[in-house]
């Protein structure tokens, strides 16, 4: 589980503008299939004019240990090139502050970065973000600040999942074999046996509702994990979250709902109730969240909109 990490504000760090850029970047994003891009997208991002400084990490936690030190020593901005983990990882850096930020999709799921206007082919993406580092041009955007019980605080782009999709990835996670995708699959085939709907206690603006669901999202932009689109009518500019909770669903049901989570027309469906709001608490027993894909902090957890928590060069 992730350490406490206090919120930082735009005072605490400001851009330099003689400063580098820095980069971190994941050669094993998208299982490694953009890992011979890198070269170009860093000549690229030097028609910018300003220098490019490559973060070295060898794991998650050392590679935002390492964009949060590149923040504190002042750079102008913060790139992130991988998936939407890549880019959660460096977001906490830069979140509350004034230091512009971009994703780089190169990753199997890049919800985010498209989500949020970036062209999907890594080199488009960069010579967008290298214009606009050229022209001193950002615009901002929303994030989601997550507060756990023990005060700890996470801020995410895109989606956090508190439901099945959040009981499988932890499932896959515990499993040592089999490898790759085949993990994934067993672990849904593994929940889906024990699929049984959970109390839930949801604070929405000072508001309580208590429900039984089997899938429950809080977004801050419509989708996750690659193109599911869990929260479809979600808006990273809007101020508010929104909030997406399937009921009691068998897995029959399940089943043939989740297909229709890609067009976003699941919400359709009278066991999905949606929500929005600008602060949201999500409470339930034994469910550990994820927020862009990654693993985060256990129910329950308060989500909050923060407008404008980060600029995008864009």
């Known amino acids: 589980m992730a350490g406490t990490v206090h919120a930082v504000t735009a005072d605490d760090h400001l851009p330099n503008p003689d400063g580098p850029v820095a980069v971190l970047a994941n050669p094993t994003a998208g299982r490694g299939r953009h890992r011979g891009l890198l070269p170009d997208l860093v000549d690229r991002l030097s028609t910018a004019g300003r220098p490019v400084r490559l973060l070295r990490a060898g794991s998650a936690l050392e590679a935002e240990a390492a964009c949060r030190a590149a923040v504190a020593e002042g750079v102008s901005a913060l790139v992130a090139v991988g998936g939407d983990g890549t880019v959660h990882r460096a977001m906490q850096a830069v979140a509350g502050t004034a230091v512009p930020f971009a994703p ?16 999907s082919d890594p080199r488009a993406a960069v010579d967008v973000i290298a214009a ?77 509702v208590d429900v039984d669901a089997v899938l429950v999202a809080v977004g801050n932009s419509a989708s996750y994990g690659g193109g599911m689109r869990i929260c479809p009518d979600a808006d990273p500019t809007d101020g508010l979250l929104d909030v997406v909770v399937g009921g ?7 089943i ?29 027993e034994g469910i550990t969240t994820y927020a862009d894909g990654e693993r985060s902090l256990p129910l329950p957890v308060t989500v909050t909109a923060v407008p404008a928590a980060l600029h995008l060069l864009h």
Request: proline share 5%.
């Open 104 to 119: 780089v999709p190169a990753g199997t799921g890049n919800d985010f970065a498209i989500e949020t206007g970036f062209p």
């Open 132 to 208: 606009a580092l050229r022209e001193g041009r950002s615009r901002p955007v929303d994030l989601a600040r997550m507060t756990g019980y023990d005060d700890t605080v996470r801020w995410y782009g895109a989606v956090l999942a508190a439901g099945f999709d959040a009981i499988v990835n932890e499932r896959a996670n515990r499993m040592r074999r089999p490898k790759g995708a085949r993990r994934y699959d067993l672990a849904i085939l593994v929940e889906l046996a024990r699929l049984r709907p959970r109390r839930y206690t949801l604070t929405l603006d000072g508001e309580r």
């Open 248 to 254: 009691r669903f068998d897995r029959r049901t399940l």
């Open 256 to 284: 043939r709902v989740k297909p229709r989570i890609y067009a976003g027309t699941h919400v359709d469906h009278p066991l999905v109730r949606t929500y929005r709001a600008r602060t949201v608490t999500v409470a339930a």
